[in-house]
């Protein structure tokens, strides 16, 4: 998260695409980007009129390495009812800033770093610099299981400032929160009806795109168990994908097993997933945390709600579910009967006819 906002004039190799190579969907060149945003799903560009910047009408998909038009289309997140439909009429200060920068100042428009720096998961760190305590900086890990989830879902979510505009203008980011405080006197969840899909949410409550971990978790038993997102992910860097503390199995394995009390229920892991030692699909995240939230064309990320979404909820209510989103060839009636023979799991949850 240390590199997600650079200007290519220190660092020109922050741009993935080759501008040099014309395209029909890049009507901009390299002195037109003041900013470069993402590195790893999408890489898109801001230009800076007067003292705002403004997003370019490109983005660079990065796993398909292709350009693809970027525009957020009225009527799809809740902000573009307030705003111009050009994306260059869109200033990223209400719309982005907050959460890819440190101590965004909504009048002077300034940050003290752009990225997620230190101060924005610690809180204000200069009396710690000049005289290092526990008593002068904030650790997460000692801030109860709200306030602790809260220092990632400031960013990890969508949700809503609850006074809205500020000072004549919408923002989509916590406006006033910084760590410590409450992020529920500044923000609301986006709300969720059950039965409707929406731009935010698949018709059971899951999260339909993108950058929300925070809605999905809160609605997990680990939630409110006391789990953290940093009882998974170190966000100050691992070898493993997505930073997260051990390769996925081995990190579910610390507290779940078949001799834990958390479970899951069965005389040994294979018992559970009911396939073969080794195989993909013996795997906790390949039913637990299907890959199916978008973030952009066909890539993907994980659902965070741990929930197993049963196939007969894809036929009712249009939730890709993970039996068939791995076994592609496979209808979902042939997933829900290979589940009915399932000892372990009960029917009436995950296979009623
Ligand atoms: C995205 C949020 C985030 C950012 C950014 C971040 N930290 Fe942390 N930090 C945490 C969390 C959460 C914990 C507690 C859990 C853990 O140790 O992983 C923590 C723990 C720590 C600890 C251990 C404290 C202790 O007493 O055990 C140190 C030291 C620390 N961070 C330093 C830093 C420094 C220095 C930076 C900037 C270079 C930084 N952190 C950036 C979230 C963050
Ligand atoms: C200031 C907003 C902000 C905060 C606070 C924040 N994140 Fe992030 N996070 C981001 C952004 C932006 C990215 C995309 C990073 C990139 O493009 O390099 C990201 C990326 C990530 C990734 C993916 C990293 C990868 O390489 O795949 C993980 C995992 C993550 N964050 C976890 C956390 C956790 C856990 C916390 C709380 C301890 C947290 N984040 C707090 C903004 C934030
Ligand atoms: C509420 C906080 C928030 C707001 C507002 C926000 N982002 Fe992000 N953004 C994140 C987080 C967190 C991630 C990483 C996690 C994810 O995408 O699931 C991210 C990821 C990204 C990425 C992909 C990074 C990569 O490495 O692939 C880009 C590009 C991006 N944001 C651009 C924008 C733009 C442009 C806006 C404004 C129109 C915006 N964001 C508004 C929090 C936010
Ligand atoms: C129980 C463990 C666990 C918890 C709790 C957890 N995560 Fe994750 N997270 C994972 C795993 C496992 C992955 C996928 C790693 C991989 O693909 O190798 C992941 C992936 C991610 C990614 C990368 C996007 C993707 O799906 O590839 C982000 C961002 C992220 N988590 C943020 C969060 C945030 C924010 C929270 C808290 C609201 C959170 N996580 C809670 C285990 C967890
Ligand atoms: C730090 C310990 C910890 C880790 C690591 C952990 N879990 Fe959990 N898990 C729990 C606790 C505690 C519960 C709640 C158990 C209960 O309700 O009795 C739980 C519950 C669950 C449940 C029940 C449904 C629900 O709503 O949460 C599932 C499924 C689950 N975990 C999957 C996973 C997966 C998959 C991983 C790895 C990505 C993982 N867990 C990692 C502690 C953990
Ligand atoms: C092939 C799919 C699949 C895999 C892989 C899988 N699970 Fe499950 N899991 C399920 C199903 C189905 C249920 C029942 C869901 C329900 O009743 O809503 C379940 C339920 C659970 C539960 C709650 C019920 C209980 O027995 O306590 C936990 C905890 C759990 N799994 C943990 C894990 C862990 C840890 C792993 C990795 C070792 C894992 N699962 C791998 C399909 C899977
Ligand atoms: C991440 C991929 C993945 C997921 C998710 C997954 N599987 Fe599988 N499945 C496999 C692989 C690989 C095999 C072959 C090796 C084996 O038996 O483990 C397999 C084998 C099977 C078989 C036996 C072989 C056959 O084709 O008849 C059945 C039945 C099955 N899976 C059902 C399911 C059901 C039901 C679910 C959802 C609860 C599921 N799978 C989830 C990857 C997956």
Known sequence: MANVVRDPRTHP?????????SDPLVTFTLSDIALVYGTKWKQRYFTKKGDDYYPL????????AVWRAYHVAPGSDWWT???????MDRPTGPLCDGCHSVNY???TKTVTEWNVGCEKCHGPGAAHARRPSRENIINPARLDFVQANDVCIQCHSQGQPLRNPIEGKYYDWPVGFVVGKHLY???????HKIGEQSFTHFADGTAHKNRM?????????MYTHGVTCFSCHDVHGTENGADVIKPANVLCLECHGPKSPLGPHAPTIEAHTHHVSGSAGNECIACHMPVIEQTIANVNVRAHTFRFVPPATTDALKVPNACTECHKDKTTKWANDALRAWANVSPWRVANE
């Open 13 to 21: 190799d922050a741009i993935i695409p080759d501008l040099s190579k």
């Open 105 to 107: 100042n909504i009048q």
């Open 185 to 191: 006197d500044f923000w609301k969840l986006e709300n």
């Open 57 to 64: 009408p490109a983005q660079w998909d990065v796993r398909n």
């Open 213 to 221: 971990q925070g809605n999905d978790f809160v609605n997990s038993q």
């Open 81 to 87: 009812a307030f705003y111009p439909t050009d994306n």
